[in-house]
C-alpha cells in the first residue's frame, strides 16, 4: 500500500536536515577525538573520531535517500 504524499514543507525540512547532518556528524566526532586525545594523552583519536563521524553522517544520508527512493514508487 503507498504511502500518501509528503507535504512540501516536511520534504524541505527533511533535506536541510540532510544537508546539516554531514559537517555536523564529522564536527561531532572529531570533538570527541579532541578530547579523548587530551585526556588520553594521545594524538591519533581524533582523525579515527573524525573518519567515524564523516562515515556516520555517509550512511545516514544513504540511509534517507534510499527510504525516499522507495517511497517515491521508484
Not at 7 to 31: D, I, K
Amino acid at each position: 500500500m503507498p504511502r500518501p504524499e509528503k507535504n512540501l514543507l516536511v520534504q524541505v525540512e527533511e533535506y536541510v536536515a540532510l544537508a546539516l547532518l554531514l559537517p555536523v556528524a564529522t564536527v561531532v566526532g572529531y570533538g570527541l577525538g579532541y578530547l579523548l586525545d587530551r585526556w588520553f594523552g594521545t594524538t591519533f583519536l581524533r582523525f579515527v573520531f573524525l573518519l567515524l563521524g564523516s562515515v556516520s553522517g555517509v550512511v545516514q544520508l544513504i540511509r534517507q535517500l534510499t527510504r525516499d527512493s522507495r517511497n517515491d514508487g521508484s
